[in-house]
């Protein structure tokens, strides 16, 4: 499928709305999310669905430079466990970005009908993402914010258990691609990718899943991608954060610090019985992804 607008910075090739709105039916906003809204479009001649991604200028430059950044680095990648870009159109007001569609249950979903995730399924998991991040090195591209999203950490629940950790976790932008039982896992949401021309100082990300490079405010690279995996791995096997701090709703700077000094450290336990049944390959992977010098820190080509 060709794409609507192929340039992003030259005023002659902005697309009218009318092109958007000729091709696909938006329906209703189904997710909103820090720089956009989420729609899941139907192409109106085939019928098929695919997600839409709308980012309003208006928003401000962080939303501008998101959206610019996310058709970027989705021209470039091709890979099986990557979310594929179908279509991009470029108004005056708004950026839609089309992708392909998983219609797979998200993986909180799934793990709620098994009640945990088996080191086996950690496994299944982690491999493809590795792959899928071995590509992108590949590019040298970072993707910057493999994470899982966090309901109740930093809260009055304290640490989790790997039995009640499902209510709390869900990966983020790792989800199953369909609903079949095997399905492949796919990476999405590329607005903070960034290619790797020489180490990169801006700080980027969410304090729990901070490489220790980006939280002592060094230059950083491919391996912090790397490190996400090691804390994605931790927890999957776990159900437990690699690094927790009880948060204190008045003093959240006191908190971030804690958990900082703790990432620095490397300051992380295979803490019983969370971790009895747990391989020690598996184990050993997990130590040599949440390496805290990234220069000794696994390659994802390695693992």
Excluded at 104 to 119: A, P, T
Aim: with cysteine.
């Amino acid at each position: 499928m060709p794409f609507g607008c192929v340039t992003l910075g030259d005023k002659k090739d902005y697309n009218q709305p009318s092109e958007v709105t000729d091709r696909y039916d938006l329906g209703q906003v189904i997710k909103t999310e820090e720089f956009c809204e989420i729609f899941r479009a139907k192409e109106k001649t085939t019928g098929k669905l695919y997600t839409c991604k709308k980012f309003l200028k208006r928003d401000g430059r962080k939303v501008r430079k998101a959206a610019k950044n996310e058709i970027i680095i989705l021209k470039m990648v091709k890979h099986p466990n990557i979310l594929q870009l179908v279509d991009v159109y470029v108004t005056r007001k708004e950026y839609f970005i089309f992708l392909e569609l998983a219609t797979g249950r998200e993986v909180f979903d799934w793990i709620l009908d098994q009640g945990y995730y088996s080191e086996r399924d950690t496994s299944n998991v982690i491999r493809q993402v590795l792959e899928a991040v071995a590509y992108l090195h590949s590019l040298k591209i970072v993707h910057r914010n493999l994470k899982v999203c966090v309901r109740g950490v930093g809260t009055s629940v304290g640490p989790l258990t790997q039995h009640s950790w499902p209510l709390c976790w869900q990966l983020e932008n790792l989800v199953y691609y369909n609903r079949l039982k095997n399905s492949k896992i796919v990476i999405s949401d590329f607005h903070l990718a960034k290619l790797e021309n020489g180490l990169i100082k801006e700080p980027c990300g969410t304090p729990e899943y901070l490489a220790p490079e980006v939280v002592g405010r060094q230059r950083y690279g491919r391996p912090v991608d790397c490190w996400a995996i090691g804390v994605i791995m931790y927890i999957l096997l776990s159900g437990n954060p690699p690094f927790y701090e009880e948060a204190d709703e008045d003093d959240y700077e006191n908190h971030d610090k804690n958990l900082f000094r703790k990432i620095l450290a490397g300051d992380y336990e295979f803490d019983p019985p969370y971790w009895d049944d747990i391989s020690q390959a598996a184990k050993e992977l997990v130590t040599r992804l949440m390496e805290v010098e990234q220069d000794q820190r696994i390659t994802a080509e390695e693992a």
